[in-house]
């Protein structure tokens, strides 16, 4: 049977990055077993969900660069795939399921079921309904709904226990009476996420269903649902959870957990979506910086970890960085942030040795932005270190020495032959070398103490600048 595999967002709010995993993983395992991804929007929920949410929740996953086979933009044989738009065949199941016995007509207020739970929590009782509207005849049903009394319809849920083979859990165990007889249909005709999932399960032919282990519990619910409705429940696999460096689910104290922060923030799609496939699975050759593209022939559904994934936002700025580094050096220039330096008139030739000069311990683009001040900047570091070099005899030698070769010199750049020879008159003539001559010259050439490769940095700065900065030293 060829593989069928879903994603099934809520459009309640902007795609949270532990949904955007549950996305990846199927996309993925779709890929890796010639499969089909379906993307079906559970959205019955008519007060919280938005349409304006869908559509941000797919233009993020179209950014991470995940892409359905059928959905409601590309729709299959097995639409719709908006819940909204599949009500009659929600009815449908239900009134098979009535029919069979499986499911029946309730009328108990929403407060007498909550005054009935109180008083069983009360009691330390599990508070499961009691079946007061399970034995109702079809005439009392009748009288009822014509004296417009409103209704649910409740699932019967059998007193046995089920046993779940997943492929993250392992084997799961549900005894017998963990849940009670639960709503399926809600008054006002609207079905619950348990019944219409496992009815949009089994009519799409979803043969895996991939998603985090906080739905484990729903699986009890639906286990039951497919038995009832005469077919096979899919294949299992519940992702560990995503919790934060101080072992509590991830929440916003954790920093961002919306997808969308992460683009407005100019992270690199292709280094998120390597991240959260590590959060919880593990490539086969241990590799932990890849593409998407990647794992597409070597993503399998045996490799997810059972232990809870701890989101490290150090770890994910790391992987940018490697894949920062991967992308083409005039690309990353278009990315950056230049329009106050204005060096967007630079030659490609100076742009790219900008790029491949500051992107070497670069994990952002704003990580090479913060460094163009080295090449444009006039100030000079206050600092200890800076004040220092600055009071010894021999900087001051260099800095005359250097004044006086720049203002001879014309041209735009300073090249790095001038700058060597310099070095070699200053060690010659001046008797200068060491820790003196280095840092001297950084100090009178950049205002700073620290920084790359003195040589690649000064032939990117302007002579006009370079001057400046020496007779502001004076
Ligand atoms: N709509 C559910 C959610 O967003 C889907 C759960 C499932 O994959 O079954 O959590």
New binding site residues.
């Given amino acids: 049977m060829s593989v069928r595999v879903?994603?099934?967002?809520?459009p309640?709010g902007n795609l949270h990055i532990g949904?955007a995993r549950?996305a990846l993983y199927n996309y993925l395992y779709a890929k890796a077993s010639s499969g089909v991804f379906v993307l079906?929007v559970?959205d019955t929920d008519q007060e919280r969900s938005k349409k304006e949410f869908e559509d941000s929740q797919m233009s993020d996953l179209a950014w991470l660069g995940i892409e359905f086979d059928e959905g409601p933009n590309n729709p299959g044989e097995f639409g719709p795939y908006r819940q909204s738009e599949r009500l009659e065949i929600y009815d449908e199941y239900a009134q098979k399921l009535m029919a069979e016995g499986n499911a029946y007509h309730c009328f108990c207020s929403t407060e007498l079921l909550e005054a009935k739970k109180a008083k069983a929590i009360e009691a330390g009782v599990d508070p499961q309904y009691d079946g007061t509207c399970r034995g109702l005849s079809a005439d009392e049903v009748s009288t009822k709904k014509e004296a417009g009394e409103s209704f649910v319809i409740r699932f019967r849920a059998p007193d046995k226990g089920y046993k779940l083979c997943d492929h993250v859990r392992g084997e799961v165990n549900f005894p017998a009476g963990m849940v009670g007889d639960f709503v399926l249909v809600r008054s006002g005709g609207l079905p619950i996420?348990n019944f219409a999932?496992v009815v949009d399960?089994m009519l799409m032919k979803i043969t895996h269903?991939?998603?985090?282990e906080?739905?484990l519990n729903?699986t009890l619910r639906?286990l039951m649902l497919y038995e009832a409705l005469g077919s096979t429940a899919p294949e299992f696999a519940h992702a560990s959870l995503l919790i934060g460096s101080d072992r509590q689910k991830l929440s916003k104290r954790h920093g961002a957990t919306s997808v969308a922060q992460y683009k407005e923030g100019r992270y690199l799609p292709q280094a998120l979506t390597n991240y959260l496939c590590l959060l919880g699975w593990s490539h086969p050759d241990e590799l932990d910086v890849f593409s998407l593209g990647d794992l597409e022939s070597v993503f399998s559904i045996d490799r997810f970890n059972k232990a809870a994934a701890i989101y490290d936002l150090e770890k994910l700025a790391y992987i940018n960085g490697q894949h920062l580094r991967k992308m083409d050096d005039l690309e990353i220039f278009g990315r950056l942030d230049t329009k106050e330096l204005e060096c967007t008139d630079k030659s490609d030739e100076w742009k790219i040795k900008m790029v491949t000069l500051f992107k070497k311990d670069a994990n952002f683009f704003s990580d090479i932005e913060d460094k163009l001040s080295l090449i444009f900047g006039l100030d000079v570091e206050n600092s200890e270190e800076v004040a220092e070099v600055q009071g010894w005899e021999s900087t001051t030698s260099i800095r005359n020495y250097v004044g006086e070769k720049l203002a001879s010199m014309d041209g735009e750049y300073l090249r790095s032959e001038d700058l060597k020879s310099w070095m070699g008159e200053l060690k010659s003539e001046f008797k200068i070398k060491g820790k003196e001559l280095f840092k001297g010259l950084r100090v009178v050439l950049t205002g700073r103490a620290h920084g790359p490769d003195l040589g690649e940095l000064v032939t990117l700065t302007t002579l006009t600048i370079l001057k400046k900065r020496v007779s502001n030293a004076n």
């Fill in positions: 879903r994603f099934a967002p809520s309640t949904n549950t079906r559970e996420y999932c399960d269903v991939i998603r985090g906080d739905h729903n639906q």
